[in-house]
């Protein structure tokens, strides 16, 4: 099967990564897979939410905002005394967390690191993006740290990334763009770390239910993108 754009069934996006995005953020990447392009930015501030004070442990955390003009059609802006729709609140928490996972918050300290993730186009896997790029903005912007002589040790535990994979006239497809997802019968965002464990699965039927043999291809599949991802991430970061 050869899709629109030319893949394979098993075949990423175009990945692009490009570091320094922002020159006064501590840590910030342009990420863009195929036509989505999402601009990560990890900021450091001294202090930690309420909740933490005086633990000795550290947070990070995320927002996301896609702007009016990022589809096809304008969609309103988000803000002016309004909070966040109910899809950019999932998906800003689901990008915390994947976050937090990579990080030792101990060895942080009392600081905490804010990443923005601002989609300046979709074309699909927005959320999945986000994640992947945020990682090499935060691993940048504790190496910032590291050098200033802020941090003894960086505190990084994993490195990790996502991807989506859906089933589409059904076959089992890695990464899809905005055509197929609106058309996919099921559909799967996926995040991993680089030792193989697994911090978000979220998966969805559209139409009918799905079999644990298609949970069981999502899966392979999704793992085999995201070791490709990781390797995109680690180039970049060894290259900065």
């Not at 905005?178 to 697994?198: K, L």
Request: hydrophobic content about 40%.
């Amino acid at each position: 099967m050869i899709r629109s754009d030319g893949r394979r069934p098993d075949q990423l996006r175009e990945v692009r990564l490009t570091p320094n995005a922002q020159v006064f953020a501590e840590g910030s990447v342009m990420i863009e897979t195929g036509q989505t392009r999402v601009l990560c930015s990890a900021s450091v501030e001294d202090g930690v939410p309420q909740f933490l004070r005086g633990a000795g442990r550290g947070w990070v955390t995320a927002e996301y905002a896609m702007l009016p003009r990022a589809t096809v059609t304008r969609s309103p802006r988000e803000g002016r005394g309004r909070g966040p729709r109910g899809r950019t609140q999932e998906i800003q928490r689901l990008i915390g967390r994947s976050l937090r996972a990579a990080v030792d918050m101990e060895g942080l300290g009392e600081r905490t690191i804010t990443v923005d993730c601002d989609v300046l186009q979709a074309d699909g896997g927005t959320r999945t993006a986000a994640i992947t790029g945020a990682y090499v903005a935060l691993h940048q912007a504790l190496t910032t740290l590291k050098t200033r002589n802020d941090l003894s040790v960086m505190p990084i535990r994993c490195a990790v990334a996502a991807t989506s994979v859906g089933v589409v006239a059904g076959r089992v497809l890695l990464d899809l763009s905005y055509e197929e997802d609106y058309r996919a019968e099921v559909d799967f965002n996926v995040v991993m770390t680089d030792q193989g464990e697994y911090v978000e699965v979220q998966g969805t039927a559209e139409g009918g239910a799905f079999s644990r043999g298609v949970l069981d291809q999502v899966l392979d599949l999704a793992q085999s993108g995201i070791s490709q991802l990781l390797q995109d991430q680690k180039r970049v970061i060894d290259s900065m």
